[in-house]
């Protein structure tokens, strides 16, 4: 394990640097959010938590620091938000077969596909590599679909040595949808097989002389 949590940790740095981080949310849910000044200045805006386990610690804070923000929470198991601070989903995340429900098809539901998301957390306990990897594909399923925009994304990316390649292509990934890194840090509860990210999406011009 040391000789992959090596090659992570020295690989896939911040590439961004956001002046204005804050952290949103405490212990184990806690993410570090980028420019949440320029969020408080907006009418309204949106927030997905995808990973709860009951904990609502981010959306007590989000709500706190930006009260016009509408929140929503998926988890596979049944919890009840906090009154008032954000709205719950149980459902399994997927491709919206096998009893899925895909995000697209979740923010159909909530009329919200014209909508763009300021804040995807993610906390789904090794879910994220499939997730992102359907989020981003474009096949028959999703080609038609208006793509769902998103600013920024809170990610806790769970390490495995048998999953380097699988590591590699996710940030591949998320480097051609236009991400950038802008934190970086171990999860302190869990140092050996998880680490913290925030991505910020940039116009592609930005990468220009960047990418071959």
């Avoid at 320029?38 to 709860?52: R, V």
């Avoid at 080609?143 to 809170?154: C, E, G, N, S, W």
């Avoid at 699988?166 to 509860?189: P, R």
């Amino acid at each position: 394990m040391n000789e992959y949590k090596n090659y992570f940790y020295k690989n896939w740095f911040p590439d961004f640097q956001c002046e204005h981080e804050m952290r949103v949310g405490e212990g184990d849910g806690g993410k570090w959010a980028c420019d949440i000044e320029y969020l408080k200045k907006k009418p309204s805006c949106l927030i997905y938590s995808l990973g709860s386990q009951g904990d609502f610690t981010f959306e007590q804070s989000a709500h706190k620091l930006l009260p016009q923000c509408s929140i929503h929470t998926v988890d596979m198991q049944l919890y009840t938000c906090p009154t008032g601070i954000c709205t719950f989903h149980q459902a399994k995340l997927g491709n919206g077969r096998n009893g899925s429900t895909s995000l697209h098809q979740l923010m159909t539901e909530l009329n919200q596909t014209n909508h763009e998301i300021d804040i995807l957390k993610i906390d789904i306990e090794y879910g994220e590599y499939a997730f992102l990897h359907t989020l981003f594909s474009n096949n028959d399923d999703t080609k038609q679909l208006q793509p769902v925009y998103i600013r920024q994304i809170l990610i806790e990316i769970h390490l495995d040595r048998d999953k380097i390649y699988e590591t590699n292509s996710l940030f591949y990934l998320l480097n051609s949808q236009n991400y950038v890194i802008y934190h970086k840090e171990l999860n302190q509860g869990f140092p050996y097989y998880a680490c913290e990210y925030g991505l910020l999406k940039l116009n592609r011009l930005f990468f220009r002389g960047h990418l071959t």
